[in-house]
């Protein structure tokens, strides 16, 4: 069931979103107004694990939330979403992957927005570059390779937040049959 939608009309626009407000008709029958955010690209989210069975992380100041501990993520650009996944990990972490593995789709704050995720297992790692053109531009002050128990405490106490790490790693706990 989608909620008819009567006019739409576009608020702004850059290359990475469109704002649209929609005059929609509600589930209870009722006229109303709705703005919604759509991503042009699809996201990927990489969860990127050792040998020694930890996580990658990395440390980025958000503009909207200032600091926040995630997996390397990125817009795919228009690229095949394993190719943004390649190119985000590398850019993020200067690290590859020998073996990728989708585990996940998913939708980013779906009461406003319209933005499809992938989650990608990368394991098989070997560090290559620094990766300091990609972190700095992104506003990454840290990578680390973090235990997978201590990242899933992390999540735990709070010190990871962000919504999309936390549901890429609950994804990567099923993948590893780390869960029921």
Same mark, same amino acid.
């Given at each position: 069931?989608?909620?008819?939608?009567? +006019?739409?009309?576009?608020?702004? *626009?850059?290359?990475?979103?469109?704002?649209?407000?929609? *005059?929609?008709?509600?589930?209870?029958?009722?006229? /109303?107004?709705? /703005?919604?955010?759509?991503?042009?690209?699809?996201?990927?989210?990489?969860? +990127?694990?050792?040998?020694?069975?930890?996580?990658? =992380?990395?440390?980025?100041?958000?503009?909207?939330?200032?600091?926040?501990?995630?997996?390397?993520?990125? #817009?795919?650009?228009?690229?095949?979403?394993?190719?943004?996944?390649?190119?985000?990990? =590398?850019?993020?972490? #200067?690290?590859?992957?020998? *073996?990728?593995? *989708?585990?996940?789709?998913?939708s980013a704050l779906n009461g406003i927005c319209r933005a499809a995720e992938i989650v990608?297992l990368a394991t098989g790692l070997r560090h290559v570059a620094s990766g300091a053109e990609?972190?700095?531009?992104?506003?990454?002050?840290?990578?680390?390779?973090?235990?997978?128990?201590? +990242?899933?405490?992390?999540?735990?106490? #709070?010190?990871?937040?962000d919504g999309e790490t936390v549901a890429a790693l609950f994804y990567a706990a099923a +993948?590893? /049959?780390?869960?029921?």
């Open positions: 069931m989608t909620w008819p939608t009567r +006019a739409r009309r576009t608020v702004y *626009e850059n290359q990475w979103i469109t704002v649209t407000e929609d *005059e929609v008709v509600r589930p209870d029958g009722h006229d /109303g107004i709705y /703005g919604v955010v759509e991503l042009r690209n699809d996201a990927v989210f990489i969860v +990127a694990m050792t040998d020694d069975d930890e996580v990658l =992380l990395v440390t980025v100041d958000r503009h909207t939330v200032g600091e926040s501990i995630e997996v390397p993520a990125g #817009g795919t650009d228009g690229e095949e979403p394993i190719v943004a996944a390649r190119r985000e990990l =590398l850019e993020e972490t #200067g690290h590859e992957a020998s *073996e990728w593995r *989708e585990i996940g789709r998913m990608y990609g972190q700095a531009e992104e506003g990454i002050s840290s990578v680390r390779a973090v235990p997978w128990s201590e +990242a899933v405490q992390m999540v735990r106490s #709070g010190e990871i937040t +993948a590893l /049959g780390r869960i029921g």
